[in-house]
């Protein structure tokens, strides 16, 4: 059975940090790309970053890129996501999620496996 659980959320204040982290079983974690999706209320889910298997490549969306680091830990089978800067607009749930085939792709249709979720809310 394959399991993402994601953690790290909560509320932070704008220009604060998180590290969010996901951990992932019942897969071959260093074979899979690994992507962070966020949804906010109301809106459709967005691509926010990806990561090949080996942590050698990634991608940002333009909202992000500068401010979010998407990186993995094989050993751990855990993919993380730090945070910096955070912006009120950046308040959402978050979700991990695990493409076999590696493809990087900012369409979450394109990835088999997903968490739970973990949500970030950024507020004075």
């Known amino acids: 059975q394959v399991q993402l659980v994601e953690s790290g959320g909560g509320l932070v204040q704008p220009g604060g940090s998180l590290r969010l982290s996901c951990a992932c079983s019942?897969?071959?974690?260093?074979?899979?790309?690994m992507g962070w999706f966020r949804q906010a209320p109301g809106k459709e889910r967005e691509f926010v970053a990806a990561?090949?298997?080996?942590?050698?490549?990634?991608v940002y969306a333009d909202s992000v890129k500068g401010r979010f680091t998407i990186s993995r830990d094989n050993a751990k089978n855990t993919v993380y996501l730090q945070i910096d800067m955070l912006k009120s607009e950046d308040t959402a749930v978050y979700y991990c999620?695990?493409?076999?085939?590696?493809?990087?792709?900012?369409?979450?249709?394109?990835?088999?496996?997903w968490g739970q979720g973990t949500q970030v809310t950024v507020s004075s």
């Open positions: 999620a695990a493409d076999r085939l590696g493809r990087l792709s900012r369409s979450p249709n394109e990835y088999e496996y």
């Open positions: 019942g897969l071959t974690f260093s074979i899979y790309a």
């Open positions: 990561i090949n298997w080996s942590g050698s490549y990634t």
